[in-house]
């Protein structure tokens, strides 16, 4: 079962900000927060990850509160390309008991002209 | 273009009958991952090798599904006596030895059994 839970739609206005949340409330210490998106009929496509520090990279920033219960990804100026599925995951890091990613369902982007 | 490529990006086959599918993974990435994604849903972990060692295989691997790497570079996944139900996207990934292990994902093969 996903150790995520995300809301299964979302909207966004073009040349807006996307804040995708995400819960992971039952994370481990050592659990990385990773963020995926799958654009309709093509492979995943990472975005970004982090441990407990906001990340930010060409593409998005990752905020994850201090608890790390929850994170959320910002795409700060969303265009029409962005429109996908995003998925939140948790996972050990190298060398832990399993190395399998495990998707939920993810949030459908829309992003509106 | 230096990702992970798969071959063939689709495929339509009758039921009962043998497919094979390839995955060429970025170079000098030791480990690689099959998963599969039925419409609607998110991806599902099939198997995955480091080098030439499968290392974990999912229950949703049944018997009629196996996955090779022999010289530990690309992979086949073969399913034999195919199913209705074996229609779905399949995916690979690889990743570097490094401490992160970040999977990057190859465009995936899509099966049709009819």
């Known amino acids: 079962d996903a150790k995520t839970t995300q809301p299964p739609s979302m909207d966004c206005a073009e040349g807006r900000a996307a804040n995708l949340p995400c819960n992971h409330s039952?994370?481990?210490?050592?659990?990385?927060v990773y963020w995926y998106r799958q654009i309709h009929s093509q492979g995943p496509q990472y975005i970004i990850h982090g441990l407990k520090n906001n990340e930010t990279n060409e593409m998005a920033s990752l905020i994850i509160t201090e608890d790390r219960k929850s994170s959320t990804l910002i795409l700060p100026h969303a265009t029409l390309r962005d429109t996908a599925v995003y998925y939140c995951i948790v996972r050990p890091p190298y060398g832990g008991a399993t190395n399998k990613l495990i998707f939920g369902t993810g949030t459908l982007l829309a992003v509106q002209p | 273009d230096t990702g992970v490529s798969q071959n063939p990006r689709h495929k339509i086959t009758k039921r009962g009958q043998n497919v094979t599918f390839r995955c060429d993974p970025i170079?000098?990435?030791?480990?690689l991952y099959w998963y599969r994604q039925t419409l609607g849903q998110g991806p599902e972990f099939l198997t995955y090798f480091q080098n030439e060692a499968q290392l974990e295989k999912s229950r949703l691997l049944s018997d009629r599904f196996s996955a090779e790497r022999p010289k530990g570079s690309f992979s086949t996944l073969e399913i034999q006596r195919t199913e209705q139900g074996d229609s779905a996207m399949y995916l690979c990934a690889s990743s570097p030895r490094d401490s992160q292990e970040t999977q990057y994902f190859g465009p995936g093969t899509r099966l049709l059994v009819l």
């Open positions: 039952t994370i481990s210490g050592n659990e990385y």
């Open positions: 170079s000098e990435h030791n480990r």
